[in-house]
Structures are given as structure tokens and as C-alpha cells.
């Protein structure tokens, strides 16, 4: 493929990578975008392929990460999709490096149709986990497993996790490029394997987990001045989610949630917070789980906990990964320097938590991610296997109005749902909000910018999936057995050639 042609085709599989994620939600159009991207690839020199690479990337995270710059501006917006979009030219070369040496090193027909494809599948899954870990703690927010939320295979993620996922899909669609390449479907013994592998991913049933009862949750949304410019009175958060809240008094409730940054003031510090959340617990005759900025040893966290109606929380959980940039400046002093302006505006540093994303309910454990962490693997799998029998997702979109952001998040919930094969309460400040059952069906939900709440008999579900335990050593296999294939095809192209 020219050159020309070949940044052309990534730019357009960059808008279709995009239009698989929500708003849109075309799951489809994310194997079309791969089977775009890589042909673009193969046949390239190392310069090439970065530059193929790094349009893809840029034009895929411009379009999806728009929402950045809703508040902020340009310069955010531009500085983490350029940055991704660099991450990615530089991580596709190795697929491009893959289709060169591959073939030499191992040139039949049939490593053509299986090694071959393999191989840029784990390159492709492992770029992903790089991107999702590193500079910082990096931006597992574009995880191609993740746009499948909506699709017949979101089920796989189960067995496999989103990365499985991820591999599977490349996997798939390099079987039948070189199908394509080979001319294969003259054989129909080597036209059958891609055939099959889509057939198994079609009918992949979720991994099965067991029904274990149910919880009574009251979710609320209520639709106050919670982003980050937003004009506010003392207390005008927390009033405005307990009067979201009157509705629910009388009713039978196991647990209350309110949404991250659903109390403006921390009820450790603030006796006034405190009060209300004592009298509210007692009028509900239930625990609330809350969430607000916290204060502990010169410290401060995102902290979510339950309060009881005897004015105590004992259990608490601190954000995992606070966004940086958002939540923390890291190397402060050296972007400072650059856009003192901007730095400026967070003046508040939070500290990663280390507790536990886990409370205790009256003998229920209820697993948690607050905001952001709900695409952070660890965080999912750490409540999970500590026992959760439902997960709880507490974020704050108001930032975000009018953008695709808590659509995406929404479908990252589903996800998260389906893979663990537990039932998720979402709950935002200014929503979308939804409660989801374990194989990623709606079960209640409440629309944006309006306050509401959800009532529900939430089911809980116990046993692990696989895609839970084995997950970590999927993410391994892939990452280091994709690289290490890839040198070893360079070392025996190199001897077959001399």
C-alpha cells in the first residue's frame, strides 16, 4: 500500500475506532477500524509504520477524549491526545516490525494463518496495557475490548477479561487479512479457522456465576452544582441531594448511595455534615454510603464511606488513582513552569489510597470504584475477589455535561458488570446513572442533568469468572509473550536469511 494511501486508511480507521465507543456505540465498526489499520502497517520501514501510527492514534483520541476541553480548553485536550496518539505510533511499529519478520521466520502457510495473527493480536493488547499504566498511571480509557459493551461479545471478556477481549478481536481480524492475503478461502480447510474462532466468539455464553440473594439499594442523583466552576452556596450539594433523597423516606432500603462529591464538606471536619448525614440515615433507616474530599495527617483523599445512623463511619475507601492533572499535579514544579495558568487551578494535591475497595453491609460485601477507577483492572479485581457480591460506582460528571464522557463511562460499568458477572449501582452527581445486572442488562436508570433517584432489589452474585482470575496472567502472557515472540522471529528470520 502507498504511503499516501496508507496514513488515509489510518485516519479513517481512526474515526471508526471512535464511533465504536458511545455516543455512537458502532461495536462493529472497531473490527472494520483494525482491519483498516493494519494492512496500513505491513510492508512499512520503521518511519512509516510511527507515522501510520501516530495518525491513527491522534485522530482517534482527538475525536475521543473531546471532553477534555469542555471546561479547560484546548491545551489539555491536546496534550493527552497527542500523547496517546505518540504512545500508539510507537507501539504499532512493532506490529509493522511483527508482518517483516514473521513471515521470514516462519513461512508456512499455516504459521501465515495462526502464528502470524496471534502475535500482532498480543503486540495490539499489549500496547494497551503500556498505555493503561505508564506515564504516571496512565489511560486504560481506550481499550478496544471496551467498545464491545454493547455487543454479542462482551460475554467473552468473562473468560478473559477486556484484554482477552482485546487479543481476540485483533486476533480475529488478522486471521482474515491473511485469509485474504493468502487467498486461503480456496482451501476451505484453512478458510474454516477464522469461521470458527467468529462462530466461538458469537456464542461465547458468560462465564457463570451464582445468584446469592439480594440488596434493597436507594441510588441518588442529585443534580447539584458539583463541577469544578460551578457557582455554590454553603452546603447547596449536600441539600441538593437530599432533596432528591425526601422521596425515598418510608421506603424499605438496605443501603443508600449518593455520588462522588455528593457532600460538600468532610463530616469528619464539619460537624454541620455530619448532622445531616446522621439525620438522614436515621429518617432512611439505612447506611449511606457518601463520598467527599477528606483531610487525615496533612493528607488529602477522594473518599468514599458508610455512614451509620449512629453518626460513624468505621469504613472507608480513598480513590485508588486519582487523575493526574485533575486530582493531583505530578512533577508540579515542571509544568508549572510550562502553564502556571492551568496548574494553577488545582491547588489541592490528593494522595493515592491504599485501603480496601470493599464495605460491609450487614454482612454484604459491596466492592467499589470511585470515578476514574472503574478502568483500572486491579481495582475491580481486588473488591471482587475480597468477596463482593455487587459492585457500587460512585462518579461526578458534572465537568463532563453535554459530552460523550459518561456514556463511555456507562459502557465501561456494563463492561465490568458482564466481565465479573456481578450487578453494578452507577451513580453520577448529574448523571446518566444506571443500575445494571450482571450480564449487562438496564435494569433502572435515570437521565441526565435531571436530580432523581433509584429504587431496586439489587441481585448479588457470588463465584469468580475466569476472566477475574485469570485476567493478570492473560495481561502477562500477552504483553511478554507478544514481545518475546517478536524478537525471536527477528533472530530467526536473521539466521534463515544468512
Not at 496495557?129 to 462482551?154: H, I
Not at 474454516?192 to 462462530?199: H, S
Not at 446518566?432 to 432523581?452: V, W
Not at 502472557?477 to 514481545?483: E, Y
Amino acid at each position: 500500500m502507498p504511503l499516501w494511501l496508507a496514513v488515509i486508511s489510518a485516519a479513517l480507521a481512526g474515526v471508526l475506532m471512535d464511533l465504536s465507543y458511545p455516543s455512537v456505540g458502532l461495536w462493529l465498526s472497531a473490527f472494520l477500524s483494525v482491519a483498516l489499520v493494519l494492512p496500513a502497517l505491513i510492508g512499512r520501514r520503521i518511519g512509516g509504520a510511527l507515522l501510520v501510527g501516530l495518525v491513527y492514534g491522534c485522530v482517534f483520541f482527538f475525536l475521543l477524549v473531546e471532553w477534555t476541553s469542555r471546561y479547560l480548553g484546548v491545551l489539555p485536550w491536546a496534550a493527552l491526545a497527542t500523547l496517546e496518539g505518540v504512545l500508539t505510533g510507537v507501539g504499532l511499529v512493532a506490529i509493522s516490525l511483527a508482518y517483516r519478520w514473521l513471515p521470514r521466520a516462519f513461512p508456512s502457510s499455516s504459521a501465515r494463518l495462526v502464528l502470524l495473527p496471534a502475535v500482532v493480536a498480543a503486540l495490539w493488547a499489549g500496547r494497551e496495557l503500556v498505555l493503561g499504566s505508564w506515564p504516571y498511571t496512565g489511560f486504560p480509557w481506550a481499550r478496544l475490548g471496551m467498545t464491545q459493551s454493547e455487543s454479542p461479545l462482551a460475554t467473552v471478556a468473562s473468560w478473559g477479561g477486556v484484554t482477552g477481549l482485546s487479543f481476540l478481536i485483533v486476533f480475529f481480524v488478522a486471521m482474515v487479512l491473511e485469509v485474504v492475503r493468502l487467498r486461503a478461502w480456496r482451501r476451505p480447510v484453512r478458510l474454516a479457522v477464522p469461521v470458527v474462532l467468529g462462530l466461538v466468539l458469537l456464542l461465547t455464553p458468560a462465564f457463570p456465576t451464582t445468584p446469592s440473594g439480594s440488596i434493597r439499594v436507594a441510588a441518588v442523583q442529585g443534580n447539584g452544582p458539583t463541577g469544578y466552576f460551578d457557582e455554590r452556596e454553603p452546603y447547596s450539594v449536600i441539600d441538593a441531594q437530599t432533596e432528591a433523597t425526601r422521596p425515598l423516606i418510608g421506603e424499605d432500603i438496605d443501603l443508600l448511595v449518593w455520588p462522588e462529591g455528593g457532600v460538600d464538606y468532610d463530616p469528619f471536619q464539619d460537624a454541620s455534615t455530619a448532622r445531616r448525614l446522621t439525620r438522614l440515615a436515621n429518617r432512611i433507616d439505612a447506611p449511606l454510603l457518601v463520598n467527599t474530599a477528606t483531610g487525615r495527617d496533612g493528607l488529602y483523599y477522594n473518599t468514599s464511606m458508610l455512614w451509620t445512623a449512629d453518626g460513624t463511619a468505621d469504613q472507608i475507601h480513598d480513590k485508588r488513582y486519582p487523575v493526574p492533572f485533575g486530582e493531583y499535579v505530578p512533577d508540579r514544579e515542571f509544568y508549572n513552569a510550562i502553564v502556571p495558568d492551568l496548574i494553577g487551578l488545582i491547588g489541592r494535591e490528593y494522595t493515592h489510597g491504599t485501603n480496601p475497595p470493599l464495605v460491609d453491609v450487614d454482612g454484604i460485601l459491596v466492592g467499589l470504584a470511585i470515578c476514574f477507577d472503574v478502568i483500572y483492572d486491579d481495582v475491580i479485581r481486588e473488591g471482587v475477589l475480597g468477596g463482593a457480591e455487587v459492585l457500587v460506582f460512585q462518579t461526578n460528571n458534572a465537568d463532563f455535561r453535554g459530552t460523550d464522557e459518561n456514556q463511555q463511562q456507562l459502557a465501561f460499568a456494563r463492561m465490568r458488570a458482564i466481565e465479573t458477572g456481578r450487578s453494578v449501582v452507577n451513580i453520577s452527581t448529574v448523571g446518566a446513572s444506571q443500575i445494571i445486572s450482571a450480564d449487562g442488562t438496564t435494569i433502572a436508570s435515570l437521565n441526565a442533568d435531571e436530580a432523581g433517584a433509584m429504587l431496586d432489589d439489587v441481585e448479588l452474585r457470588t463465584g469468580l469468572t475466569a476472566g477475574v482470575v485469570l485476567g493478570p496472567v492473560v495481561q502477562r502472557v500477552l504483553l511478554w509473550g507478544g514481545l518475546g515472540a517478536l524478537l525471536f522471529g527477528w533472530w530467526r528470520a536473521r539466521r534463515r536469511r544468512s
